[in-house]
């Protein structure tokens, strides 16, 4: 029976430390800012953007939201956008996605000032990481190798097969895998022996976006499981990719869902927005 990974200790853990760092930032007059914009109405979106929000509040930032209806037009967002790369107190800028179609998001991403780019996903951050030279970390992958470290588990070496290619997750965690010298495979829609590459993963991270995609038989015994999935099912309940009940007999430890990935990658999201803060205002 595997061994539970807590995103919410380890990110307690990690948001405990930023609130220590933040009464230190604080006292030399500056409180770290983070801009939350959200378009539309989504409603996961909107979930997340309380729950940053909440977080900010809990290490002693500043959050200022910025709830835009449906139907804004992407010059609408980019002036938005230009009016906070310009706000001083705003540190870090975070634009919620997915936007409404009428809006391309990666213009909107590329007017972001890549200093306060505290998702990483600005081009110029995201080549960053690729050289392994960065100072905003990719939120979900850093979220992860928090996760994976916390079980003491070695990654040097090591067949880390990554399920799902997005930007955002796939491609990002692959890359800190491969910087910490693990064998990385990229698996994705038209793999074709999907089943066994997975078979082969001492740790395996599941982005795919399809409830219990991973069953227990593509799973080694005694491998590290990482579900970074956010399903919703009909029932209303939240689901990951992997098929927990089944996939947690096999494996050494598992992250549960919710309460896995998903605390850490807003643990990191504070992390980056006080870096951003300290870079900003030449502190340290
Ligand atoms: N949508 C899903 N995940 C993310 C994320 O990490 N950042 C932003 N901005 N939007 C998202």
Do not use: W
Request: glycine share 8%; net charge negative; with cysteine.
């Amino acid at each position: 029976m595997a061994e539970l990974i807590s995103g919410k200790e380890v990110s307690a853990k990690v948001k405990a430390q930023i609130h220590e760092e933040t009464l230190a930032v604080k006292e030399k007059g500056v409180t770290p800012g983070l801009a939350v914009v959200i378009v539309g109405n989504d409603p996961a979106s909107r979930v997340y953007v309380n729950s940053k929000k909440k977080a900010c509040a809990e290490v002693g930032f500043e959050s200022y939201e910025y709830a835009l209806p449906e139907e804004t037009t992407q010059e609408e967002l980019l002036g938005l956008v230009e009016k906070l790369n310009k706000d001083s107190k705003v540190n870090g800028i975070l634009v919620q996605l997915p936007l409404p179609k009428q809006i391309d998001e990666n213009a909107v991403i590329n007017a972001i000032n890549p200093e306060k780019d505290v998702d990483a996903f600005h081009p110029f951050n995201v080549g960053k990481i690729m050289i392994g030279d960065f100072a905003y970390l990719p939120c979900t992958p850093a979220g992860v190798m928090e996760l994976i470290d916390s079980t003491g588990v070695e990654i040097s070496g090591k067949s880390c097969v990554v399920i799902g290619r997005s930007n955002i997750v796939g491609k990002p965690m692959a890359m800190l895998l491969l910087h910490r010298s693990g064998t990385v495979t990229i698996c994705h829609s038209k793999t074709k022996n999907l089943a066994e590459i997975c078979r082969g993963a001492d740790i395996l991270v599941a982005a795919v976006g399809k409830a219990k995609f991973v069953t227990a038989d593509m799973v080694k015994d005694g491998a590290v499981i990482i579900d970074v999935g956010m399903n919703r099912l009909e029932n209303g309940k939240l689901c990951g990719d992997v098929d927990f009940e089944n996939v947690e007999k096999k494996a050494s430890y598992i992250t549960p869902v919710p309460g896995g990935v998903g605390p850490m990658t807003i643990a990191m999201l504070m992390r980056n927005t006080l870096t951003a803060a300290k870079m900003q205002n030449e502190i340290e």
